[in-house]
């Protein structure tokens, strides 16, 4: 599809919806690619899907939701930082 045909659909679909201007394709890209990590589907595959030819630059894309970073942190404890006792 050529761009400007995309995104003039994407316009057009927005304001139809009554949609914001924050809704780009750009920011559609973002939420595919964050949406199909959450899924469990591989970077490499989502690179592939958003036409990357690295996974650099599809890690930029992905989003991390607040709640995971936070589920994240809570995995880890004090214990976590000492060093083990040597037997």
Known sequence: MDHYIGVRSLQ??????????H???????RTAAT????NGVITN????VLN??????????LG????DEIA???TLTLQSFLP???H
């Open 12 to 21: 057009e679909a927005r304001d139809a919806a009554g949609l914001g201007s």
């Open 45 to 48: 595959t989502i690179s592939g």
């Open 72 to 74: 994240a942190l809570n």
């Open 35 to 38: 949406k199909l990590k959450q």
């Open 64 to 67: 991390v939701p607040k709640e």
């Open 52 to 61: 990357h030819d690295n996974e650099k630059v599809t890690y930029q894309y």
């Open 84 to 86: 083990r006792a040597s």
């Open 23 to 29: 809704v780009t394709i750009h920011a559609l890209r």
